[in-house]
């Protein structure tokens, strides 16, 4: 009778290709210690750099399985995915260090009764060399600011954040974290825009506002903009931006790219003043699915008004015949004055036809291929910014 120990190293490898973690461990479990295909399986998860664990991962595989398969992959694995482990099972990777892992993604299990932030500080004696780490569940901030090598930290779905974690995440991490992500407490607003503003590396903040009014996202933003309002070069709001006065906007006037996403509520301001008034170097606007002119009109008044403009692009709305009921003589005017081409991005609108037809200039560039842009998967109310990082 045929065995599949009998296979050679080649179609055993084939085999665990097609075999997830959990089948290759139940795999492992019913072959012999000393068998090649053990060696195989050995092979296979020491050679694959990014795993994702689960409870179901383990199932009823013994504790002896799982310390073989962590002792496995400790010195090769780079990327890690940890969703809901409970704190006996969490208990088993405490022996364990895995100093080449710098991307980790922890799902906290929100049901568990451990006690405070035991969880993460088992985390941080297991990955001492961190980089990034996307944090969810009842973690309060405890021990995430001995990774002193961290340059990304997402904390959008740490429910119970503390304030005072936080600030002292950011004084241990004021001059080395890149960039944060964090769902806003209203009531402690002012020390967190304080422990934000004292990170000297920071590039790149995204803030979850959806708790927050419109009265205290204005004075978020006013507090960031009076501190580091110059060093903003890239902003993406998503059903966000008509909370926001003029003269707030007006402190982020190093701003180059501006991305609206799912921002039907910009017809509540004056976009054609705003963007005259508060960014006169911008370069890039993106609009996607944010209605905010009836024809184009308003388009030509922003080229006009921007010179340093030469990326517009707007997806993902359809347009209709309005649309293109706009002055020939003020788009032939806004683009004859340019020294380079203007770049426009339609895609998904539906009119392709129309805009070639209507679209038509020798220093217009039509295309319906979306743009490389990275903040179309912004969530709703949410903000994004992007710093360039101060001379010294």
């Known amino acids: ?64 399985v799982i310390q073989e398969f962590l002792q496995c992959i400790r010195s090769t694995v ?47 004696g297991c990955f001492p060399h961190l980089e990034g780490i996307g944090l969810s569940g009842n973690a309060s901030g405890q021990h995430i600011g001995q990774w002193r090598n961290l340059r990304r930290l997402d904390l959008q779905l740490c429910w119970y954040l503390s304030t005072q974690c936080f ?42 506002i959806v708790h927050l009014g419109s009265e205290n996202t204005a004075r978020l933003l006013q507090d960031i903009g009076s501190q580091r309002g110059r060093d903003v070069v890239a902003a993406a709001f998503s059903d966000s931006i008509w909370m926001t006065r003029s003269e707030i906007l007006a402190k982020f006037q190093s701003l180059r790219c501006l991305t609206l996403v799912d921002d039907e509520g910009c017809c509540a301001i004056d976009f054609r003043t705003t ?6 170097l911008l370069e890039q606007l993106h609009l996607e699915n944010s ?17 340093r403009l030469r990326l517009f692009s707007l997806s993902n709305q359809v347009l209709y015949d309005d649309f293109f009921a706009f002055s020939k003589s003020t788009m032939d005017r806004a683009l004859h004055q ?21 679209f038509r200039h020798p220093n217009l560039k039509i295309c319906f291929s979306p743009t490389n842009n990275l903040y179309s998967q912004l969530s709703g109310e949410s903000m994004e910014l992007e710093f360039l990082l101060p001379e010294s």
């Open 167 to 208: 600030e002292e995440i950011c004084q241990n991490l004021q001059l080395t974290l890149q960039a944060l992500s964090i769902q806003w407490h209203r009531a402690e607003e002012d020390a967190y825009v304080r422990a934000i503003c004292t990170l000297q590396a920071l590039e790149e903040l995204e803030l979850d």
């Open 275 to 280: 963007v005259i008034k508060c960014f006169p």
């Open 291 to 307: 209605r905010i002119w009836p024809n184009a009109d308003g388009i030509w008044d922003v080229v006009l008004a921007c010179p």
């Open 78 to 124: 780079t990327k890690l995915t940890l969703q809901y482990l409970a704190m006996d099972l969490l208990e088993q990777w405490k022996p364990h260090t895995f100093p080449n892992v710098s991307e980790l993604t922890y799902m906290g299990d929100e049901n568990s009764e451990m006690d405070g932030d035991s969880d993460v500080a088992i985390l941080v």
């Open 1 to 64: 009778m045929a065995c599949i120990e009998d296979l050679n190293e080649d179609c055993l490898l084939k085999i665990t290709e097609y075999l997830n973690l959990e089948e290759q461990l139940q795999l492992w479990r019913s072959s012999e210690p000393t068998s090649r295909l053990r060696s195989v399986l050995s092979y296979t998860w020491q050679h694959q750099t990014h795993h994702i664990v689960d409870p179901e991962t383990f199932g009823r595989t013994g504790r002896d």
């Open 338 to 358: 340019r020294m380079e081409p203007l770049t426009m991005h339609f895609y998904r609108t539906g009119k392709e036809a129309l805009i070639s037809q209507h």
